[in-house]
């Protein structure tokens, strides 16, 4: 079983950006999913997450900018992110909230001009 996160890249301040996390498996069903991210130096820290149905929460530091969504009968979820600062420069990755299972390589997200 493997999370798969993809979407990243460069992108100027202000920009958007949109991250996919596909699983192999069906690791979603029932489970609440997170994005995660860790930029360097710093320690991973969750930024959003959603429950199996509904059920959203957001770090203050992205709340009004990202959007985490999540499509149970492709086992993917997505992060949504938009008007983008230097500091959500970061790799991001996706997990379980409860009971993690290994983490993928996750997606670098660089925010420059």
């Known amino acids: 079983v493997q999370l798969q996160a993809s979407g990243g890249g460069l992108v100027q301040p202000g920009g958007s950006l949109r991250l996919s996390c596909a699983a192999s498996?069906?690791?979603?069903?029932?489970?609440?999913m997170g994005w995660y991210r860790q930029a360097p130096g710093k320690q991973r820290e969750l930024v959003a997450s959603?429950?199996?149905?509904?059920?959203?929460n957001y770090a203050n530091s992205v709340k009004g900018r990202f959007t985490i969504s999540r499509d149970n009968a492709k086992n993917t979820v997505y992060l949504q992110m938009n008007n983008l600062k230097p500091e959500d420069t970061a790799v991001y990755y996706c997990n379980r909230l409860i009971a993690p299972i290994s983490w993928g390589q996750g997606t670098l997200v660089t925010v420059s001009s």
């Open positions: 959603i429950g199996p149905s509904s059920g959203l």
């Open positions: 498996g069906s690791i979603f069903s029932g489970y609440t």
